[in-house]
């Protein structure tokens, strides 16, 4: 006797649709043209090239050990050749795929970072050029000689001003001894106190 096939009751839900797989996302997709876009779309393009490099390592590493895996007598198929250098005689070896590869990392990371050094932080400081410290040290340099040269000057003016009063008030007070008690001016003193002041205005103004 044939069983008969229970019909799916119309209330019963159907077989959920599968909703289509999206890639991963960096932050909000709403985000303005802006530095912050530009900053999420450089992290999500590191994320996808560190992915790709892992996945390319994992493969490198099965086909290692697949290849120590053969017997020692078979000749690897896949086996780089002996690059001569051109200056010496002795043979280089070949390098290491894991180590090509993170020298191909390093080169492009240093290709996109454009200058910039990426601190302990996590923050990028853009370098200075070579030259901007010598140039900053000598500007330094040539405001301090300019002020030093000022201060000078100025105590050289105000020595010379003292020197100047200090022979004044002594050539007032020898004026003062050429008279005698009556008032009485000696001729002879004050002529020869009077050149000497010739004699210090002449040097002075040669």
Do not use: C
């Not at 099965?62 to 017997?71: F, I």
């Not at 078979?74 to 290491?96: F, I, M, T």
């Amino acid at each position: 006797m044939m069983t008969l096939k229970r019909k799916r009751d119309a209330s019963e839900p159907g077989p959920v649709p599968e909703k289509p797989r999206r890639g991963f996302r960096v932050g909000p997709d709403n985000l303005p043209d802006g530095p912050w876009r530009r900053k999420v779309t450089k992290i999500k393009k590191d994320l996808i090239h560190k992915a790709k490099v892992k996945k390319a390592y994992a493969k490198i590493k099965a086909r290692e050990l697949a290849d120590k895996s053969t017997p020692a007598d078979e000749e690897p198929v896949d086996q780089a050749p002996r690059v001569a250098d051109d200056d010496d005689d002795e043979v280089q070896p070949p390098l290491h795929p894991t180590r090509e590869l993170m020298l191909k990392d390093e080169d492009k990371a240093q290709a996109g970072s454009g200058g910039d050094t990426t601190t302990a932080d996590g923050q990028r400081r853009r370098n200075r050029r070579p030259g901007y410290y010598d140039k900053q040290l000598q500007k330094a340099a040539t405001r301090r000689a300019e002020v030093e040269e000022r201060a000078a000057e100025r105590q050289r003016r105000l020595e010379e001003r003292d020197r100047r009063l200090a022979e004044r008030e002594r050539f007032r007070k020898a004026m003062a001894k050429t008279r005698d008690g009556n008032g009485r001016k000696k001729l002879g003193r004050e002529s020869t106190l009077l050149l000497e002041k010739v004699k210090r205005l002449v040097a002075d103004d040669g």
